[in-house]
């Protein structure tokens, strides 16, 4: 891994200290549900909202290490599923 890439990716951990865990991510969705239930779901390009879009494809389940996502299916070692990717 390059020194920028690694520069990069100790910057990106700091600004994202609270790691969001599925359980909470529901109960907040089921707080929008119970007021808003057919509402279009959309996702920002970034942190910074510079751009959204429209949701497409189901939540799916597999091993995320920091940068790369790895779709359950494909993953080897299944004790290593640690994430729920969403777009």
Known sequence: MGRERRDYKSKRIK?????MRLKEYIQHLKQ????NPDVEVVCASD?????FGPVHYRP???HYNGLEFENHADVSDKNKVNAVCLN
């Open 15 to 19: 600004q994202l200290s609270i790691i």
């Open 32 to 35: 929008i549900e119970q007021i």
């Open 47 to 51: 942190d910074e909202g510079n751009s």
């Open 60 to 62: 799916s389940l597999g």
